[in-house]
């Protein structure tokens, strides 16, 4: 199998090129050239279209200015096994942060240049190498005349700007005894590391009003202390959230996250606004992470009760107290090191690179946890090795190719040692 992996070498590297330019066309025409490729290496193969306020958020939630709505495709490729081995389901997803500049480039983005052990694109990254991978792992063990075991699944789920087709694809009724989702972390370690924890996440905003002074010169400044600023109100509130903060810092604890960075939970602010020469309105917004043992309804409790506390020592928050917004959420998860499927993993990636893998707790917002919390399903991630994503605000995108070929060899051997 790992033979044919190296005599094809230049196969599966131009699958993966082939996906970076296809993106120029448009979502459809991307999701096109993949199912074609799982139709070429056996797979039935069916196109899912769906819109993503028509899917069901379960243990996350997403509000409406979060959400672009408009149809989105999954593709879902299916190999019946051959016998009662345990079933697989594999995914990625094809969709990039949205095009909009790419003035930063020093590459075309769009022309798959490699330059030494590294292939440039946008998205090749985050996460066309994880479509890739699980494409050209299933292409390798047929041309190896190995066939799995068990059923398995693939699955091109688009995901950003909360497509959900992850969910519209488990809500299709696929379901496997395990997953994996195939995407690389920006640590700079590649497959040394792999997912099977994630935080949970919930990102809120408040606003908070004031009264301009009764006046109507031009210039309020001299008249300031008959209003109310909203500032100074909204000041207030960001110091209830940095006493929560501290609070739960004392309280919260998950020996994961403790180990590997020395707290279990966080409340950071991460916009104030305001504005006038007595400004009316402030706006604060804030992300809180949480350990996979916190419910998402439980952090919302806790901090309206710290806002409502606040409010109720001032004379004008009393009165007139916050409003708060919830922007975006989902729960964590933690699937035991010593699950079957992690076991396998790591097994694999130590085969093939011959070092054996840790885990990373601490990608919060980590799909992997769609499968497990919304069907139950085993979930755990790990990608080859990259940098520069798009999605992180930087440019000249890459992925390692002797680690993308590696990646390759180990999900074919993932595949085939779960599924026997």
């Known amino acids: ?111 798959a240049v490699i330059e030494g052990d590294r292939l440039y694109g946008y998205g090749v990254a985050d996460d066309l190498e994880g479509i890739a991978i699980m494409t050209e792992s299933l ?31 488990l809500d299709k009724g696929y379901k496997a005894d395990a997953c994996i989702y195939l995407h690389p972390e920006e640590t700079g370690v590649g497959m040394r590391e792999f997912q099977n924890i994630t935080p949970g996440i919930l990102n809120f905003r408040v606003a908070v009003v004031g009264i301009e002074p009764d006046t109507r010169n031009p210039g309020k400044t001299a008249f300031s202390h008959l209003g ?81 506390i606040a409010a109720r020592t001032d004379s004008w928050l009393s009165k007139n107290p916050p409003t708060i917004s919830w922007l975006f959420g989902g729960e964590g998860m933690d699937l035991s090191i010593n699950h079957p499927i992690c076991k396998t993993v790591i097994e694999s990636i130590e085969t093939v690179t011959g070092e054996k893998p840790v885990s990373n707790p601490m990608h919060a917002v980590s799909s992997i946890y769609n499968p497990y919390l919304y069907s139950g399903i085993p979930s755990i991630a790990y990608g080859p090795l990259c940098g520069n994503l798009t999605q992180n605000g930087l440019h000249d995108e890459w992925v390692d190719l002797p680690d993308f070929v590696r990646a390759i060899k180990v999900t074919s051997k993932v595949i085939s040692n779960w599924t026997k």
């Open 139 to 169: 292409a390798a063990l047929r041309n190896a005349g190995i066939n799995p075991g068990g059923d398995v699944h693939i699955g091109s789920a688009t995901t950003k700007q909360n497509a959900r087709g992850i969910i519209a694809l």
């Open 228 to 308: 109310v600023n909203a500032i100074d109100k909204g000041i207030l509130v960001v110091e209830a959230l940095k006493a929560l903060d501290l609070e739960r810092g004392e309280r919260v604890s998950f020996e994961m996250f403790n180990d590997k960075v020395g707290r279990s939970t966080n409340l950071i602010v991460t916009k104030f606004k305001g504005a006038g020469d007595v400004p009316t309105e402030c706006l604060i917004e804030a992300s809180i992470s949480f350990p996979p043992t916190e419910k998402l309804q439980d952090i919302k409790n806790e901090i309206k009760q710290c806002i409502t």
């Open 1 to 111: 199998m790992f033979e044919e992996i190296d005599r094809n070498q230049k196969e599966h590297i131009g699958f993966l090129r082939a996906l970076i330019k296809e993106q120029t066309k448009g979502e459809e025409a991307l999701q096109s050239l993949i199912a074609e490729r799982f139709e070429e290496i056996g797979f039935q193969t069916e196109i899912i279209k769906s819109r993503p306020s028509s899917i069901k958020m379960d243990h996350e939630f997403a509000a409406e200015d979060e959400i672009n709505d408009i149809e989105r495709i999954t593709v879902v490729g299916t190999h019946h096994g051959t016998g009662d081995g345990k079933s697989l389901l594999i995914y990625g997803h094809p969709d990039s942060e949205p095009i909009t500049t790419t003035e930063d480039w020093t590459r075309n983005p769009f022309s």
